[in-house]
Structure formats: C-alpha cells, structure tokens
C-alpha cells in the first residue's frame, strides 16, 4: 500500500531537532518506506539529518510518502505529528 498527501507544517519551530527525532522514531517503529519531499528535495523520514535537510519551517508544505503493509498506521501516526501546533506533544 502507498500513501502520499501535501502536509502543511503546524509547529511553531517547523521540522527543528525534536520533532525531527519524533518523526524518525515513530518512522522506524514500522516496516514501511517513509519519504518526505518539499519541492525537489525528497529524503529518508527515517534518518533525523535527512529531515532536518528539509529545512521545513512552520506554514512550509511538505509531501509525505508512505509505503508498505503497515502504511496506514505509520501515515497516521507521523501525520499527526506534522499538523500538531503544540511543541510540547
């Protein structure tokens, strides 16, 4: 199964260091293949420097791909985290 939706980024920081490690914890929780791409850069969303590359800044529009058996459970979780506001969850 592959999963794939434009994400605006809600966090007041964007994609900094913490939620970058989120991301990339919640991503290899799962046996799926996770990318990210803002424009023409596209990258691991299992890899925090890969993210942090992006450069995703609160409001920027990022496309997460998601693929594999488990790809609804993973696309939830890391979706929830890209559109959460509040920093501290």
Known sequence: MRLEEKITIKNPQGLHAR?????AQIA????????????KTVVDGKSIMGILMLEATKGSKITLIVEGDSAQEAFAEIKELLENEDPDK
């Open 19 to 23: 939620p970058a490690a989120l991301l």
């Open 28 to 39: 290899n929780k799962y046996d799926v293949l996770v990318q990210l791409k803002k424009g």
